[in-house]
């Protein structure tokens, strides 16, 4: 370190001091280093959760479901029985009040305008139907 002291020279007093003071930087960053040491430990606090594992297997119907398929036509079919609005309204309100309620399985064909879907979507709604899933035809690539 270089400090002016008495023993320099008169043309020396001015010049610029080629040395660089590093004091005070090396106190900024212990201080910033005991910072960090005190606030990283309360940012990684985290739950630990124990979450469930999921498979990629098809969902496998079972009775308490109901399949509902829509075709290109927008002709609907109640577990491969054909039936018209009005039918599918009452066995909808009817399938909303068992207990367990069932869930609806909604097959529609490719070539179905949507408009058909959200009909029958709106119906399940009203009915009161809550657990509504589609059916959809799983394709490798």
Do not use: C
Request: glycine share 6%.
């Amino acid at each position: 370190m270089a400090f002016a002291g008495i023993d320099q020279r008169d043309d020396e007093v001015g010049a610029p001091l080629s040395e660089i003071n590093v004091i005070p930087l090396v106190d900024v960053m212990l201080v910033l280093l005991v910072i960090f040491i005190i606030t990283a430990p309360l940012l990684t606090h985290s739950v630990k959760l124990d979450l469930p594992r999921a498979t990629s297997n098809p969902n496998v119907t079972q009775r308490d479901h109901i399949q509902l398929a829509i075709d290109g036509a927008g002709i609907l079919f109640w577990n491969g029985e054909a039936v018209d609005r009005i039918e599918l309204g009452k066995r909808l309100a009817a399938s909303a009040k068992l207990d367990p309620q069932p869930e609806l399985h909604i097959r529609a064909d490719r070539e179905t305008v949507y408009q058909h879907v959200a009909e029958v979507l709106s119906d399940a709604a009203k009915a009161g139907l809550t657990r509504i899933g589609f059916v959809t035809d799983p394709t490798t690539r």
